[in-house]
């Protein structure tokens, strides 16, 4: 870990750079507070529960209809 010795000015307080890091750090393991727990739930249900079949085929589809997501040139242009 790299050790900041800055200081700078956040919401009126002066912080060093390591309480800033630690600042996102928490905010980031908290979630996104824009998120409601409906929302938490169905992107679970997606990526770990019975939606993820369904997601993961969704993904593909738009993964082989986009060249520039799916990584493979448009033969029609």
Known sequence: MVKLTATRVHNGRVSSGEELLEERRRRRR?????LSA????LFQRMTT?????????GLDAD???DPLLGGH????G
């Open 30 to 34: 908290a979630g996104d507070p824009r």
């Open 38 to 41: 409906e929302g938490r739930e």
């Open 49 to 57: 529960g019975d939606l993820v079949d369904e997601f993961q085929a």
């Open 63 to 65: 993964l082989a209809a």
């Open 73 to 76: 040139h448009d033969d029609d």
